[in-house]
C-alpha cells in the first residue's frame, strides 16, 4: 500500500489538529488518505480531483464499508483537498517552515496568518453603520474567538463550513447559551458579509439551542422604595430614572441637560437602543429634587471651566461642526464622573458621565442591606417600570412606546409578571 510522503504525513496531521479532529481518530484519518492515494496510483486517477472521490467511495461501497465508514473516508479526503488549495499537490511543492504548520502559497497561510487588516476593517464597518461601541466589542470578541478556533487561517481561506465547524463546536462541545449561540451568528454574519464579502451560507443544519422564554425578576414598590433609601447620593436619583422612567442604564448614564424640560415634565432619550430618541414622563414627584441637582451639576461645571478643562466628550463629529458645544451646559452630562479624564493624545482633561459598573456596585450594596431575596440589578427596575404599568391597567401599546421596544412581542413577556385578572368564566355580554 502507498505511503504518505513525509511533509504530507506532517502537514495533514497539522491540518487535522487545525480542524479539532480528536487524537485518537487521526490513525483512521491517515488510513483512509493511504486507501485513497493507493487507489489513484492502481487506476491511474489523479488524487486532485473531486471526480476520484467519488469513485472512491463508489469503490468502497463496493467493498461493503459502513456508511459510518464512508462518510469517514470522505471527510479525511476532503481535508486533503483542502491542503491542496493552498499548493499540496503530487509534486510536493511546500516546505514546513515552523511548528505551527503554516503552509505559504502566494501568501496564503493555513494557520498562523495576521487578521490585523480584518479587525481595522471590522471596526471601519461598525462605525460606518453607527453601531454602539458595545456592538464593536462584542462581535471583535467573537471574531477572536472564531480566529482561535480556526488556528488563524488566512482570512481567504475562510469558507462557509469553517462557520458551520464553530457554531457547532458552540452548540455540542462549549453548550453555550441560546442567546450566545445568536449573538455569536450574528457577530460571524456580519464579518463575513461586510468584511470579508463571502457567502456566508444559511447553515440550517447547525445544531441551534432554544431560546428559553423568559420571565424577569420584577420587584414590589415597597421593595424598590426600600433599595432606593439605602443608596447613597447620587446613585438613588439613577434608579429614580431606571424606575419611574423604565430607562436602560446606559440610556440614563448617557443623559445630558440638554434632555430635560422640567416646565412640560418630558424627557428625551437621545440614542436609545437601536438609534432612536423617544420622550417619558418625568415622575413629578422628584422634580424639585433633579432640579437641586441640576443645580449642583451646574457649578460643577462652571468650576471646570474656570480651571480650563476642554468640555465633555460629544457624540461623533458633532465639536468639529460646533467647537464650543463640549463646554456648554446643555451638552454636560447630567450624572458626571467625579474626576476628569486625560485624553493623552490631545493632551485634554474632559469630563465623562458616571462609570455603568460603579452604579450596579451601590445597586449590589443597597440591595444587600435591604435584604431582598432576589437578584437584583439594574435592569430589573426596567422590569418594574413596566409590569407596575400594566398592573395599573396602562394599555400595552403605551408601555411599548414607553420602553422604546420596536415590537410589542418583546413588551408581552411582563403579562407573565403580574397576577391575571382575566375573568375565565364563558358569558354572554348582554347579560353583564
Excluded at 481535508?79 to 515552523?98: M, P
Excluded at 453603520?129 to 477572536?144: A, C, D, M, N, V
Excluded at 395599573?392 to 411599548?400: F, H, L, P
Aim: with cysteine; charged share 30%; proline share 4%.
Amino acid at each position: 500500500m502507498k505511503q504518505i510522503p513525509p511533509k504530507i504525513s506532517t502537514l495533514y496531521d497539522g491540518h487535522l489538529n487545525n480542524k479539532a479532529i480528536p487524537k485518537k481518530e487521526h490513525f483512521n484519518y491517515r488510513k483512509w488518505l493511504r486507501y485513497y492515494l493507493d487507489f489513484c496510483l492502481k487506476y491511474n486517477h489523479d488524487p486532485l480531483r473531486k471526480e476520484t472521490l467519488k469513485s472512491f467511495i463508489e469503490k468502497l461501497q463496493e467493498k461493503r464499508q459502513t456508511q459510518q465508514q464512508q462518510k469517514q473516508a470522505f471527510h479525511a479526503v476532503s481535508l486533503y483537498y483542502e491542503l491542496a488549495l493552498v499548493g499540496l499537490g503530487k509534486d510536493d511543492l511546500f516546505k514546513n517552515k515552523n511548528k505551527n504548520l503554516s503552509i505559504k502559497k502566494e501568501g496564503l497561510k493555513i494557520s498562523g496568518a495576521d487578521w490585523a487588516l480584518a479587525y481595522n476593517n471590522l471596526k471601519a464597518e461598525i462605525s460606518l453603520r453607527h453601531f454602539s461601541p458595545k456592538t464593536l466589542r462584542s462581535y471583535t470578541g467573537w471574531i477572536r474567538r472564531f480566529q482561535d478556533y480556526s488556528r488563524s487561517k488566512d482570512t481567504k481561506l475562510l469558507t462557509s463550513l469553517d462557520v458551520k465547524d464553530y457554531l457547532t463546536y458552540l452548540a455540542v462541545k462549549r453548550k453555550v447559551s441560546a442567546s450566545s449561540q445568536n449573538q455569536a451568528f450574528h457577530a460571524l454574519l456580519f464579518f463575513y458579509r461586510h468584511v470579508l464579502k463571502k457567502e456566508f451560507g444559511d447553515q440550517k443544519d447547525v445544531p441551534r439551542a432554544k431560546r428559553r422564554p423568559y420571565i424577569p425578576v420584577v420587584l414590589s414598590r415597597e421593595e424598590v422604595d426600600r433599595i432606593i433609601e439605602n443608596l447613597r447620593y447620587p446613585y438613588h436619583l439613577v434608579v429614580y430614572f431606571l424606575y419611574g422612567c423604565g430607562l436602560r442604564l446606559f440610556e440614563c448614564l448617557n443623559l445630558r441637560v440638554g434632555c430635560f424640560n422640567f416646565d412640560t415634565g418630558i424627557l428625551t432619550v437621545h440614542d436609545g437602543k437601536g438609534q432612536k430618541d423617544r420622550t417619558v414622563p418625568l415622575p413629578e414627584k422628584v422634580i424639585p429634587e433633579l432640579k437641586d441637582y441640576l443645580e449642583s451639576v451646574n457649578d460643577l461645571h462652571q468650576k471646570d471651566i474656570q480651571a480650563g478643562y476642554s468640555g465633555s466628550f460629544l457624540p461623533t463629529a458633532l465639536e468639529q461642526k460646533y467647537k464650543n458645544a463640549a463646554r456648554e451646559l446643555i451638552w454636560q452630562w447630567f450624572f458626571p464622573a467625579k474626576t476628569l479624564t486625560l485624553v493623552p493624545k490631545a493632551k485634554e482633561l474632559r469630563r465623562y458621565h458616571l462609570h455603568e459598573s460603579h452604579v450596579q456596585k451601590a445597586i449590589r450594596s443597597a440591595v444587600k442591606k435591604s435584604r431582598i431575596p432576589k437578584r437584583v440589578t439594574a435592569h430589573i427596575f426596567r422590569h418594574s417600570f413596566a409590569s407596575h404599568l400594566l398592573q395599573a391597567n396602562y394599555d400595552i401599546r403605551t408601555i411599548q412606546e414607553l420602553l422604546g421596544h420596536s415590537d410589542v412581542r418583546t413588551t408581552m413577556v411582563y403579562t407573565h409578571t403580574i397576577k391575571s385578572l382575566t375573568i375565565k368564566e364563558a358569558k354572554s355580554p348582554l347579560d353583564f
